[in-house]
């Protein structure tokens, strides 16, 4: 009697259910497997296998098509499939759909917001629909929607863009056969922020908690502008920062960087001709005025009459990648500003766990020194591969050797320039190759 007890307590439910057996839930692969026995031998005998009752094996075979369309995890059908509202549920998804054809970021409450709006425009009562949090995760998964981390800030290519690609590679092929340069004469620079607070996206974390904290100092929209540039041949120039300032701090900076300052921390075009003469100029022949190729985006400070002045006297010539083109043909977004970035986080991370940091009178972290930040700009900067910059530049098409027998790391050969456009001055050539790079 004790024995029998035991039992009926092991197969009761909380609510005095005594004598029933506990309620399961079943997904819908597992439901599948059981349709598949059924129809191979009979409901009895899947019923068996499986551990069911027959009746769950009738029912879950009259829903086949049903499950056959439903997610293989999904457990129960409750409610209406299709939402109460789907008019107003096709409407705030194909808002949802434009604004991400165009990268702009949606959020639940945007969401939430556009679905008030669409609801009075189609005359539905507050009563019966207030746009819930609730709603929305609902309207989300019934529409393949969910939340996703940021993977990338993704630049759209042109239209034109096998055309302007053709025109860059014939332009600088048609170059470096006038003039032979070498690859230590064949250079690419880029502006980039370096912020004092790069704290990462990720961290190592328990599972279940609700907030999940990373330390910083507060300085995230503190930066400063680092031009960087490198050669053909696996050179790094000096790294060239630019200060969100007035002045250059008084306290000495390392050695091998150069650092300015700017009241907006951009590099405007009199920085722009600085660089040119302190760091161009003073590569390995740039004293000497060794003919050479300079290729920067189209940034209107490297398009101003003073920039292509100082190129020329140089004995340099201008490329201009195209608008648009710079995640394809620049050297520095397509293989070093990554490395770069997360060597500099690396650290900068190091830096908040040794607990060395001086506090601000409030007892907050203070952020890091101009020098600190400076050395380790030099230390990313140091650690970028000179196999990946000379492997970049081929990559863009830039330095490939002439004969064709490079041209397999990306691109197909491109097809012979016309007769004499190897003529065309440098400034002329770029607006006409490439359809355009006006100066104001």
């Known amino acids: 009697m004790e024995k029998r007890s035991d039992n009926l307590e092991k197969s009761g ?35 068996v296998k499986y551990g069911v009752t027959e009746c769950n094996v ?3 075979r009259a829903q086949k098509d049903h499950l056959k369309n439903a997610h293989s995890q999904r457990k129960a059908f409750r409610g209406p499939q299709s939402g109460r509202f789907q008019e107003l549920d096709r409407r705030v998804c194909a808002y949802v759909d434009e604004k991400r054809k165009d990268g702009m970021p949606i959020s639940r409450a945007v969401i939430q917001l556009k679905a008030v709006e669409i609801a009075k425009e189609l005359n539905i009562p507050t009563a019966d629909f207030k746009a819930s ?26 239209s034109d863009f096998g055309e302007k690609l053709l025109s ?81 701090p008084k306290e000495a900076m390392p050695a091998g960087i150069i650092v300015r300052a700017q009241e907006k921390g951009w590099m405007e075009t009199e920085l722009v001709v600085d660089w040119l003469k ?28 003073p920039v292509k002045k100082q190129v020329k006297a140089m004995n340099g010539d201008l490329v201009i990648i195209p608008g648009g083109m710079t995640s394809q043909l620049q050297v520095l977004d397509v293989v070093v500003n990554k490395p770069f970035k997360d060597n500099l986080r690396k650290k900068y991370t190091e830096w908040l766990l040794s607990g060395d940091h001086a506090l601000t009178p409030t007892g907050k972290i203070q952020k890091p020194s101009v020098r600190l930040l400076c050395e380790w700009i030099l230390h990313a900067w140091d650690a970028v591969s000179p196999k990946s910059i000379i492997h970049g530049f081929k990559k863009c098409c830039i330095s490939n050797a002439l004969d064709g027998s490079e041209d397999d790391v990306l691109w197909e050969e ?20 490439f359809q355009s790079i006006s100066i104001a």
């Open 13 to 47: 439910s909380k609510i005095g259910q005594v004598n029933r057996q506990l309620r399961r839930s079943y997904d819908v692969n597992f439901k599948m497997m059981v349709i598949n026995e059924a129809e191979s031998s009979n409901n009895c005998k899947a019923a």
């Open 414 to 433: 491109p097809a012979e320039p016309e007769d004499g456009s190897e003529d065309i001055p440098v400034e002329e050539g770029m607006q006409s190759t």
């Open 58 to 60: 009738r029912r879950w």
């Open 278 to 305: 302190v760091v161009w100029g003073r590569r390995r022949g740039g004293l000497r005025k060794k003919r050479n190729m300079l290729i920067l985006d189209a940034f209107r400070g490297h398009l101003s009459d």
């Open 168 to 248: 860059f590679q014939r332009y600088v092929i048609n170059l470096r056969k006038k003039h032979s340069y070498p690859l230590d004469q064949i250079g690419n620079a880029d502006q980039t922020p370096v912020f004092f607070d790069m704290p990462t996206p990720v961290t190592v974390h328990k599972k279940g908690e609700k907030s999940v904290i990373i330390k910083s100092t507060g300085n995230e929209k503190s930066r400063v502008t680092v031009m960087l540039a490198c050669l053909a041949d696996g050179t790094k120039l000096p790294p060239y920062v630019v200060l969100k300032r007035k002045t250059v």
């Open 133 to 158: 949090l609730g709603w929305c995760k609902r309207m989300m998964r019934r529409n393949g929607l969910t939340l996703r981390r940021r993977t990338s800030l993704a630049q759209r290519l042109p």
